[in-house]
């Protein structure tokens, strides 16, 4: 347990386009992930290392985060929402939260999807080494996971010498999660970060680079076991699956749940208050709450959530895996 007093910050502001029509339903980080928001797995983390105040930075469909997570109260914490109003970056996100944070705090991207070993060894490696700066990071076997992510790449004492935006050519099979731990020096780095040529954005990576050339030591801590930037309606049948296992269970039923005789799931959640009226199978699927499925088609790899009323064409809303 960490022996400082320390804040959360969660960024939830991202828009999800490419997750199609479902995307303009629901924000990424509160998608369900067996019937549980995403937002909330990483709430129980923060708390589990002793965090109880956390700020939660929203932009698209932000009303509806605050809908579901609330106060936080039900997590444990104390959640307040800071709205991104322009959508210029991550570190012109973290930016935003300067004259809210006073103290060391740990920061999680919001629709990243984290298995996390051992979270307070973040805390340690900053306390121990004075740290202003401890990265997550995941040994990858495939060099395209870190080309979409960053690279990282260290000193022989173990410190970071330079930290790499989705590069082009890959120096080794270090990558960065997504989940740090600042000290307040980010925020002058901050400050000092121009936008970049490419994406036009204030690059989180850049400001760590700023902190590492003015000799702020860097660590990195490798806490991820497994993770998921939720991008597609793949990655959350991906990230369901992957709890159901951790759960030893092939399926998961919601509360309040109408299952017609013949209902056959393998390896598939279904939401909460669904009716399914008609003998059919789903295979690897995710249905959504509130949904009501009587075609009796049998569905494999999809997410299934109704269509809005307004929409013009009434019935089910299908996004499958393999076409999201």
Request: proline content about 5%.
């Amino acid at each position: 347990m960490a022996s400082r007093t320390y804040q959360g910050v969660i960024l939830a502001a991202g828009h999800g386009s490419r997750m199609g029509p479902f995307g303009e339903l629901m924000p990424k980080p509160i998608v369900p992930i067996c019937n549980k928001p995403l937002l909330a797995y990483q709430l129980e983390s923060m708390r589990s290392v002793g965090i109880e105040e956390i700020f939660i930075v929203i932009g698209h469909l932000g009303h509806r985060i605050t809908q579901i997570i609330g106060d936080g109260s039900q997590y444990g914490v104390r959640v307040e929402y800071v709205e991104q109003q322009q959508r210029l970056g991550i570190a012109h996100a973290v930016g935003q939260l300067e004259r809210l944070i006073h103290s060391p705090f740990l920061l999680m991207l919001g629709d990243i999807y984290f298995e996390i070993d051992d979270l307070p060894s973040m805390f340690k490696e900053m306390e121990e080494h004075d740290a202003a700066a401890v990265i997550a990071v995941k040994e990858e076997t495939d060099p395209e996971a870190v080309k979409r992510n960053f690279s990282v790449q260290l000193r022989e004492d173990g410190t970071v010498r330079r930290v790499i935006e989705k590069p082009r050519h890959v120096p080794n099979l270090l990558k960065g999660c997504g989940l740090y731990l600042f000290d307040l020096p980010i925020f002058d780095a901050i400050r000092r970060t121009p936008r970049t040529a490419m994406r036009d954005e204030y690059e989180l990576t850049d400001s760590i680079q700023i902190l590492i050339d003015f000799e702020y030591p860097v660590r990195i801590a490798g806490v991820v076991n497994w993770d998921v930037n939720v991008t597609f309606t793949s990655d959350l049948i991906a990230c369901s699956l992957h709890q159901l296992k951790r759960r030893n269970l092939h399926e998961l039923v919601g509360a309040a749940c109408t299952l017609a005789d013949g209902v056959k799931l393998r390896d598939s959640v279904v939401g909460d208050r669904v009716a399914i009226t008609r003998p059919a199978t789903f295979e690897r699927c995710v249905v959504m709450s509130d949904v009501v499925i009587d075609d009796g088609l049998d569905y494999r790899d999809t997410v299934i959530t109704q269509r809005p009323r307004n929409h013009s064409v009434p019935g089910l809303l299908q996004e499958s895996a393999h076409g999201s």
